[in-house]
């Protein structure tokens, strides 16, 4: 698994659990909703900005997040 699907993996949990849509995500975000999907998607690489952007956006840190996408990563190397 790459980094970036591991990625859209994390934030459309997160965005799922705050039962959010695409939509309202990029808008909080200040984002295009397609960029959101491709990001989901794994299609697209998320900027440290996009990160920060979208993680208070989930009020949470991060780091939170990097660390989930660190512990997906490492499950699915075993």
Do not use: C
């Not at 993996?9 to 959010?20: A, G, L, P």
């Not at 960029?35 to 939170?64: C, D, M, W, Y």
């Amino acid at each position: 698994m790459k980094i970036e699907q591991a990625f859209g993996i994390v934030i459309k949990k997160h965005r799922i659990e705050r039962s959010m849509s695409q939509e309202k995500l990029a808008f909080e975000a200040g984002l295009d909703r397609t960029f959101i999907s491709l990001l989901e998607r794994g299609k697209r690489r998320p900027t440290v900005n996009t990160l920060f952007t979208i993680s208070a956006v989930f009020e949470t840190n991060p780091h939170q997040v990097v660390k989930e996408i660190e512990n997906l990563l490492h499950k699915n190397k075993s």
